[in-house]
């Protein structure tokens, strides 16, 4: 996965950058989503227009109404999904947003929970695929923060190194070794 780090006057913004593929993913929701949505339309539109009576539409509008929305909302979820982390060097703290669509979720985090960065393997047995995970990790009990994945080891490797010299926090290869029980 790509990953950029900016600055700006205000601070340091960390952010995932999907791939133009990842996006492809949505277009079949959006359309079955426009489908179903055209008909919601047709039937509104009848129904103004007095050439069919709104008694005898209500089941299936609403059905398209549900339709359209159970598959349109997920394409675009997915064609507009962003995830980003703003550190702000003067007050020394962060804030991971997911947001997409005209909808943010925010987390505010204290920056000095995080006592390092790890690299850890996530693998998967029945594929033999293996995605290396950096995190924002700080003593027992805090719950860690995932940056973003890599493919090879050594761009995780790299992308530590760089987002450890920003933060002023080591990265640790925890990669072959076995989790923690927390």
């Not at 780090?5 to 492809?24: A, C, Y």
């Not at 033999?128 to 700080?138: A, E, I, Q, R, S």
Request: aromatic content about 14%.
């Amino acid at each position: 996965m790509a990953v950029a780090i900016t600055h700006d006057h205000q601070g340091l913004r960390v952010e995932w950058l999907k791939e133009w593929w990842f996006r492809l993913a949505s277009l079949p929701f959006l359309a079955g989503g426009a489908y179903f949505a055209y008909y919601v339309g047709l039937m509104l539109a009848g129904d103004l227009v007095g050439s069919r009576y709104w008694s005898e539409d209500w089941v299936p509008l609403l059905a398209f109404t549900c339709f359209a929305l159970v598959v349109g909302v997920p394409g675009l979820i997915l064609a507009t999904l962003r995830y980003f982390i703003d550190v702000d060097p003067l007050s020394r703290r962060l804030v991971v947003t997911k947001k997409f669509g005209p909808l943010e979720f925010h987390s505010r985090r204290e920056l000095s929970e995080f006592k390092f960065i790890s690299i850890t393997d996530d693998s998967d047995a029945d594929t033999g695929f293996t995605m290396y995970d950096v995190n924002l990790c700080g003593g027992r009990g805090t719950k860690p923060i995932q940056v973003s994945s890599f493919a090879k080891r050594e761009e995780a490797n790299a992308f530590a190194a760089t987002l450890g010299a920003e933060l002023k926090l080591r990265p640790k290869d925890y990669v072959g070794t076995e989790p923690d029980a927390d």
